[in-house]
């Protein structure tokens, strides 16, 4: 696998050019960060687990007719993918309160709602990833009100595909990030979807398994990745990714 040109390194992730101009390689780093990046840790094997979850994950979207960014695992730790113009918004659902919506408002911690919510940020370091309204996001020039339509029932298709998916699997899922991206006149979902960027608890017992459990200090973070992992995939996966037994 020859990697081209490093076009970008974030926080948990290096994007390389290709031989090809509308495809990008990502590599998922063992880099692991909390509060805009002031906690920060390596943890062996992370970048393996993100990167093969966040392959079945994309794989099941697409399953869905949910246009995504993701082209193939290459190997565990590496993704191809289709180069988009990344929109600078962060794009959360919640089916369970819990996190940041419980600290600044009044819901009940894991309490249930009946319908999703969806909130959209401005994915900004700078700013600290301050909550937007359409006509915030549509003032900034960053996006425009077909866009932001088409970004919120994209996310509730995501979120019922995902969360019916993962119910199987006994997993529940709170709530879960997604970026979006432009490819030709299309709006792709984009960057990792993993227990980096999602909350996934056990549903029998509602232990976490996502990175809550490194923003809070506790718990063994890739035990829980891995039981993830383990859960997710299928040996049809495990056999046409070459992965070992041992590790899942
Ligand atoms: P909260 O707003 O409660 O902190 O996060 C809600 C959900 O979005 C969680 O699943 C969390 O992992 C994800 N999320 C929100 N902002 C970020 C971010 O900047 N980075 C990552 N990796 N995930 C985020």
Redo the contacts with the bound molecule.
Sequence with gaps: MKLGKLLYTGKAKDIYETDHPDEVMIRFRDDITAG?GEKHDKIPMKGYYNSIISAKFFEVLEAANIGTHYIKLVKPGYILARKLEMIPI?V?A?NIA????TRRYPFKEGQEFKEPII?I?Y?SDEYG?PMLNDDIATALGITTMEELDNIRKITLKVNSTLKGFLKDKGLLL????LEFGRYNSRLLVGDEISP????LWDIKTRRTL??DLFRRGEGNIIEAYRRVASLILDEEDKKRWKLKDDLL
Excluded: A, H, W
């Design positions: 805009d962060e959360i919640r819990t996190g940041s919506l909130q940020d994915k990833d709170p709530d879960f990030k980096d960027t999602c909350r996502d990175k």
